[in-house]
């Protein structure tokens, strides 16, 4: 029976978040390792937990400014004028935000009319796809190919661009396939960009987390700093993730118009966070070239050793994902997953989580120790073995 509230066309219809769904299943199992949520295994760096403590003795328990404290958006500024030459007024082109995820959701309310479509390349961060829909435009989802890396070429985005199309996200170093894009590349999609005046909203979160070649920002791009909504924050290369903050970078107008959205849905992100990352962009470099090197270290490892079993998997170029083929085992993404929890009790992501198209992979995330990783591969030879006994 359908009780009081009636919910939204719009919400009703929103699938739930894959990688949700899936770890409703893991909790309350034992013995599981899971290799599933994208957060670092570190805690967030001492120095910047004990700058938090200081805030809060100090009596920093207040509102701030709806876009952030002006020293935050000052250090904000200065660190990605030295880490990616780019150049942002802290008064009016930088606003902080309660992690990329209202970043991102504010992007898209301030920039779409009802039925502006937007290019989603998949695989897809899970959240893209369903913000466009739940601020009332249309996702146009493009499926990208391992032979090509699973990158966006400028064939596909041409071939999808139409009347309506406003924009097109990009997410480099990539969750889930860890590919990121060479400034080459990255020139060409510019060049399309310009050409169909498209808007890109680019989601950088793991810029830091490049292992084998230098990062581009998009906005760094002759002629992308007009056209590009800058994306950035705390969660993944600062293992902050439970104190969401992040920041949107772009022209005045634009996040003059994200600010109007923000001030009203959240005010502003908690002071506390803002002080504690603020110690994290001035101080952390160390610490996080030291998980930086670690998560490289894991990566090297858990690559060979999926090849070795015979799970084919790409090497990916950032943030912290292995996104290997199944396609040899005969099954789809979600019985893989769900007998690998079962048989062998390793937690990994359903390929369909991060859109229709990517049915013959699972996410693997090696931002966990060592000997969890060494483990769970021993469990998963062990059920790709087993699986393989079974069919011969
Ligand atoms: C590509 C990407 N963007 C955004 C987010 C969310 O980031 P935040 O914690 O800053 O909201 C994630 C988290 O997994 C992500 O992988």
């Known amino acids: 029976m359908q009780g009081v509230m009636k919910i939204s066309k719009i919400v009703e219809n929103m699938p739930p978040s894959g990688i949700r769904v899936f770890f409703d299943l893991v909790v309350g199992m ?52 030295h880490k990616h030459g780019l150049d942002y007024d802290p008064e009016e082109e930088i606003l902080i935000t309660v992690g990329v995820s209202e970043g991102y959701d504010l992007a898209l309310r301030a920039l779409l009319n009802r039925g502006d479509e937007v290019l989603v390349p998949e695989p897809q961060y899970v959240a893209y796809g369903p913000i466009v829909e739940l601020v009332g ?104 993730t439970g104190w969401r903050v992040g920041y949107a970078c772009g022209p005045k107008e634009i996040i003059a118009a994200m600010n109007k959205v923000h001030q009203y849905t959240m005010l502003c992100a908690s002071i506390i966070s803002q002080m504690a990352a603020m110690e994290a962009l001035k101080n952390g470099e160390q610490p996080v070239n030291e998980m930086k090197r670690e998560y490289k270290r894991r990566r090297e490892f858990v690559i060979a050793r999926l090849n070795e079993i015979g799970l084919a998997c790409h090497k ?56 969890n990783l060494r483990e769970a591969m021993k469990r998963i030879e062990r059920f790709l073995k087993r699986r393989k006994q079974k069919n011969d």
């Not at 290799?35 to 004990?50: A, K, N, Q, S, Y």
């Not at 050409?195 to 084998?212: A, G, M, N, P, Q």
């Not at 943030?319 to 079962?342: C, D, H, N, V």
């Open 316 to 371: 990916p170029e950032g943030a912290f994902y292995a996104f290997p083929s199944i396609k040899s085992t005969g099954l789809s993404s979600m019985e893989f997953a769900q007998k690998l929890l079962k048989e062998e009790k390793v937690a990994v992501v359903p390929g369909t989580a991060f859109g229709k198209t990517c049915e013959d992979h699972v996410r693997m995330c090696y931002a966990s120790s060592f000997e």
């Open 30 to 81: 034992k013995d599981v390792i899971s290799l599933g949520v994208g957060e670092p295994d570190f805690v967030t760096p001492w120095h910047v937990r004990e700058s938090a403590i200081y805030a809060i003795e100090k009596g920093y328990t207040s509102y701030t400014s709806n876009k952030g404290l002006p020293e935050f958006r000052q250090a904000i500024s200065k660190y990605l004028k």
């Open 137 to 240: 435009g249309k996702a146009v989802y493009i499926k990208t190919e391992l032979s090509e890396g699973f990158k966006i070429t400028p064939r596909e985005i041409e071939k999808n661009c139409g009347k309506r199309t406003r924009g097109l996200v990009l997410n480099y170093p990539n969750n889930p396939t860890g590919k990121s894009y060479t400034r080459k590349e990255l020139l060409e999609i510019a060049r399309v960009a310009r050409k169909h005046d498209l808007v890109i909203i680019s989601d950088e979160i793991y810029c830091d987390l490049t292992y084998d070649f230098e990062h581009t920002s998009f906005p760094s791009l002759p002629g992308m700093r007009e056209r590009t909504i800058y994306l950035n924050g705390f969660s993944k290369s600062f293992a902050m």
